[in-house]
């Protein structure tokens, strides 16, 4: 039996990627095989990086763009640092969907010029790398967003992602897209962003952009296809970091570009100085002019989380407490009807959308979502207990 076409595309896409690699990056299989006998490889992948590497990339943004600003460091050396570890995250994890290292690095010593030539920077992120969900359009790369369908055009100057335009004004530089699951909907580790998350938690970018869904909610800087098969669900974006003063940083810039101007859909609200103090004046150790009041809801009465979890969140609770603020526990409505109406609103096509996806390459649906494919065209999508029933008996 001849192998299918979408799975010949598929190998395709993962050589190309394999091949933007540089040879001295590439990890030998002895390596790699090593993670399997390993629960954790945060910190396996500072085995393959010298010391510069390291103590770039386990920097936070502002730590990064300080150094910038002070000549310790130039973007390129920055701009390697990070295409390397994200190589190595890469070859550990398979995270990234699009490699852009020449690109980024390219850019890199065009800022290295100005600042060398002119004395100043670019923007307030100058020479920061930046790594993205591949659902946002950045110029030369594919949007696959998950299908194999998608593969093939790249983006255009004028069909890149305002979210992308406005990183660059700011002197930021896009150097990996990350991947996402079929339909930007299912069970991965992270969700929908779960490359983000395993680039991120590997250090590989100091700063990453993802996206959830949220019902009559508009797309937020993005202009980026429509998450199929989803007519009432948009999606909404956000900075992600394991520094919190960098998601900070980069919302700043952000807005401090005004956005709303480019995009009606995007909301008139500015950066608040004054808010941001303030809430900082109250969340120190020492709480002064008045506590903070935290909502905590242990569980949303449909599954409750495993006990680690659930010590951790009495570990937050505990820790608020004694710093003085309020902690007001929340017993939320009832989930599970909300769960229904939600899957019925996602259904209301009968996945039509993600059909047509699919058939572009004639790829199967994943298992997890297999369960959505049983009825035929014309037919809604299965409720949410249908889909929790089917996705166990897929684990089983």
Same mark, same amino acid.
Request: charged share 20%.
């Given at each position: 039996?001849?192998?299918?076409?979408?799975? =010949?595309?598929?190998?395709?896409?993962?050589?190309?990627?394999?091949?933007?690699?540089?040879?001295?990056?590439?990890?030998?299989?002895?390596?790699?095989?090593?993670?399997?006998?390993?629960?954790?490889?945060?910190?396996? %992948?500072?085995?393959?990086?010298?010391?510069?590497?390291?103590?770039?990339?386990?920097?936070?943004?502002?730590?990064?763009?300080?150094?910038?600003?002070?000549?310790?460091?130039?973007?390129?050396?920055? !701009?390697?640092?990070?295409?390397?570890?994200?190589?190595?995250?890469?070859?550990?994890?398979?995270?990234?969907?699009?490699?852009?290292?020449?690109?980024?690095?390219?850019?890199?010593?065009? &800022?290295?010029?100005?600042?060398?030539?002119?004395?100043?920077?670019?923007?307030?992120?100058?020479?920061?790398? !930046?790594?993205?969900?591949?659902?946002?359009?950045?110029? *030369?790369?594919?949007?696959?967003?998950?299908?194999?369908?998608?593969?093939?055009?790249?983006?255009?100057?004028?069909?890149?992602?305002? &979210?992308?335009?406005?990183?660059?004004?700011?002197?930021?530089?896009?150097? !990996?897209?990350?991947?996402?699951?079929?339909?930007?909907?299912?069970?991965?580790?992270?969700?929908?962003?779960?490359?983000? *998350?395993?680039?991120?938690?590997?250090?590989?970018?100091?700063?990453?952009?993802?996206?959830?869904?949220?019902?009559?909610?508009?797309?937020?800087?993005?202009?980026?296809?429509?998450?199929?098969?989803?007519?009432?669900?948009?999606? !909404?974006?956000?900075?992600?970091?394991?520094?919190?003063?960098?998601?900070?940083?980069?919302?700043?810039?952000?807005?401090?570009?005004? #956005?709303?101007?480019?995009? %009606?859909?995007? =909301?008139?609200?500015?950066?608040?100085?004054?808010?941001?103090?303030? %809430?900082?004046?109250?969340?120190?150790?020492?709480?002064?002019?008045?506590?903070?009041?935290?909502?905590?809801?242990?569980?949303?009465?449909?599954?409750?989380?495993? #006990?680690? $979890?659930?010590?951790? $969140?009495?570990?937050?609770?505990?820790?608020?407490?004694?710093?003085?603020?309020?902690?007001?526990?929340?017993?939320?409505?009832?989930?599970?009807?909300?769960?229904?109406?939600?899957?019925?609103?996602?259904?209301?096509?009968? *996945?039509?959308?993600?059909?047509?996806?699919?058939?572009?390459?004639?790829?199967?649906?994943?298992?997890?979502?297999?369960?959505?494919?049983?009825?035929?065209?014309?037919?809604?999508?299965?409720?949410?207990?249908?889909?929790?029933?089917?996705?166990?008996?897929?684990?089983?």
């Amino acid at each position: 039996m001849s192998q299918p076409q979408w799975e =010949i595309t598929a190998s395709k896409k993962r050589a190309q990627l394999s091949a933007l690699i540089p040879r001295k990056w590439t990890l030998d299989s002895s390596d790699i095989s090593n993670t399997n006998t390993l629960r954790d490889v945060t910190l396996f %992948i500072h085995t393959f990086l010298n010391a510069q590497e390291l103590e770039i990339t386990e920097s936070s943004a502002s730590e990064i763009l300080s150094n910038v600003a002070s000549d310790l460091w130039t973007s390129v050396e920055i !701009v390697e640092a990070f295409c390397h570890r994200a190589a190595v995250a890469h070859q550990l994890v398979n995270c990234l969907s699009e490699i852009l290292f020449d690109a980024a690095l390219a850019q890199a010593k065009l &800022l290295d010029t100005v600042r060398s030539k002119f004395g100043r920077t670019i923007g307030p992120l100058h020479g920061l790398p !930046v790594s993205l969900k591949d659902k946002f359009r950045v110029e *030369g790369a594919e949007t696959a967003a998950g299908y194999i369908g998608w593969l093939g055009p790249t983006e255009t100057a004028a069909s890149e992602s305002l &979210l992308v335009r406005n990183l660059k004004c700011c002197g930021a530089i896009p150097f !990996v897209k990350t991947n996402v699951p079929m339909s930007l909907l299912y069970l991965s580790a992270g969700g929908a962003s779960g490359g983000e *998350g395993a680039l991120l938690a590997l250090r590989g970018a100091p700063l990453g952009w993802g996206s959830d869904i949220a019902i009559n909610l508009a797309d937020l800087l993005n202009r980026v296809r429509q998450l199929p098969g989803l007519p009432t669900g948009h999606a !909404v974006i956000g900075p992600l970091s394991p520094y919190l003063d960098s998601i900070e940083l980069s919302m700043k810039a952000i807005l401090e570009l005004r #956005p709303w101007r480019d995009d %009606i859909e995007v =909301i008139e609200l500015p950066w608040r100085n004054k808010s941001i103090q303030s %809430i900082r004046e109250r969340s120190g150790k020492r709480v002064v002019q008045g506590s903070l009041t935290f909502g905590v809801m242990h569980w949303d009465g449909l599954v409750r989380p495993h #006990p680690p $979890v659930q010590r951790a $969140v009495d570990l937050v609770v505990d820790a608020l407490k004694e710093q003085g603020h309020e902690v007001v526990l929340w017993e939320p409505p009832p989930h599970g009807p909300a769960t229904e109406i939600l899957y019925q609103l996602f259904g209301s096509t009968g *996945g039509h959308a993600i059909r047509e996806a699919l058939r572009l390459s004639g790829e199967p649906p994943i298992p997890q979502l297999q369960t959505w494919f049983e009825n035929d065209d014309t037919g809604s999508l299965p409720t949410a207990s249908r889909l929790f029933l089917g996705s166990m008996q897929t684990a089983r």
